[in-house]
């Protein structure tokens, strides 16, 4: 093979392009505001110091109203919404194999394959895959071909016919389609030809011209001169009142008996049902378990509008690549996004107590003991030299008011303060009247469900061998509140009666007063607010709790301790 010519091979083999891969930052389960925001903020300071990858924002869950009003306030699109973290098709690296049209010859496939080192060929029409062509499926049509009607079988066009056999057509319509008769080599002399021949017949032939008026008279629908022979006058002009197709060629009989039938279509051979095709946003358990039971090596990827991209192989599979995540506001395995073992940990940035995460290996991991993970992020801004955008100002001010409950929560520290004055001013907003519309648009839930509602702000937590989980909802309003406890109290027994946990929890926080009721269910659940806040009246599964703000710094340490003793 000389150099250009193997260039050119080079040139056409199939890219193993990788759909850009992102790292996705992310939040808890049943989100908050400083979830969302921080992660919409902490994406933006990667990229920005960071040109090596793309950094988008996620979320594990819906968005609740006092989320939506902050986002809305300051215009900013809400996060990808995340359920699962498994892998992707899209994190495959996927062969750009091209796609072909049904009617390319057979032979020009298995040309294209050995050109690109494809083993599979999708065949695409408008964009979509409507057949599969294997090395095999070819080998196989050759091995077993004892049919001479096979090129008629497929309907095979006789321009494919003559490009394979590298002839010109001397008569007749390279569209017209070989759709009856056989092939046959005319070697006899006339008479004896004339008892093979039928009407529609191929026959390939050589300078003798009575053998090419003698097929003619039979009816044959093509001939196929060989050896350079050429067809005489009379030969041309019978064949053209016929309809009849005249090829010549330099080829030998032999080599033309033996490349005609590549000419066949693609489609006279691809497969066509049950193909196994994969989407972008498949999971790869769902691709590892078509492929343990299909002999195709490479499957069809299709967009999300069913078009074709490329192809995926086992050996995709197994050098597959995690998806990559830093997570915000929380470290616990049971807060996280689903299937969290199988993604790759890059960085946890928190305010919470040490989870239950574990990694492969270390990690950059940030956590302050403040009211706010926004406040860590405000820092993060500052001592980067980054200017903060009014909109992500904005996004992080509301966290840190949503998550301090205005500063009323003793997990507010003056870090927080400052922080959240100064990205008010950066915002262009009065923090009370921020505060007041935010928490109004957040408890206004006329036209939510009971279920929206407890999963609004809901954790769920393993302590001392118990396993429970903590919602929880604030307002400046106490008539409200009490119209969300009717609303609450029976969703806690579904709770408990749909999951693996034992206890459930539900705080009803009132900001004004500084106090929280607790709703519970659960046959302990009584016995462990007891311990917690001994000396207060429980009634109808509910207590009222003077001063409790926090779940994180109040009412899980109480809790603990209180789990111990039962």
Known sequence: MGKSEQENKEKRKPEHRKIERKITVIGHKNPDTDSICSAIAYADIKNRVSHSHKYVPGRAG???????FV???????????????????????????????KEMSIGTAWDLMNDTDAVTLPVTENGKVIGLVTKGDIARTFMDMDNTHFLSDARTRFGDIAERVQARIVTGDPEKIFDHGKVLVGAAVPERMKKVVEAGDLVILVDRNEN???????????????????????????????????METDMDTYSVTREINKSVPLQAIMIRDDIDSFRLDDYTDKLRSVMASTRHRAFPVVDSKGNYIGTVSRRNLLGIKKRQLILVDHNEKSQAVDNIDEGEILEIIDHHRLGTLQTLQPIYFVNQPVGCTATILYQMYVEKGLDIPRDIAGLLAGAIISDTLMFRSPTCTLHDKMAAGALALIAEINIEDFAQAMFKAGSDLKNKSAEEIFFQDYKKFNMAGHSFGVGQISSMDGDELELIKEKIQPVLQKELDKTDISMAFFLLTNIKTSSSEILFAGDRAPDVVSNAYPNLEQKDNAVNVPGLLSRKKQLIPAFMAAMNYI
């Open 62 to 68: 819906e968005i609740s109203s006092e989320t939506r």
């Open 212 to 246: 090419h008026i003698a097929a003619l008279e039979k009816g044959a629908g093509c001939l196929i001169l060989c050896l350079g022979a050429s067809a005489d006058k009379e030969t041309v002009e019978k064949a053209a009142s016929m309809g009849s197709v005249i």
């Open 71 to 101: 986002l809305d306030y300051f215009d900013v699109p809400d996060p990808e919404y995340i359920s699962d973290v498994s892998t992707q098709v899209r994190d495959m690296e996927i062969r750009m194999t091209p796609g072909v049209p």
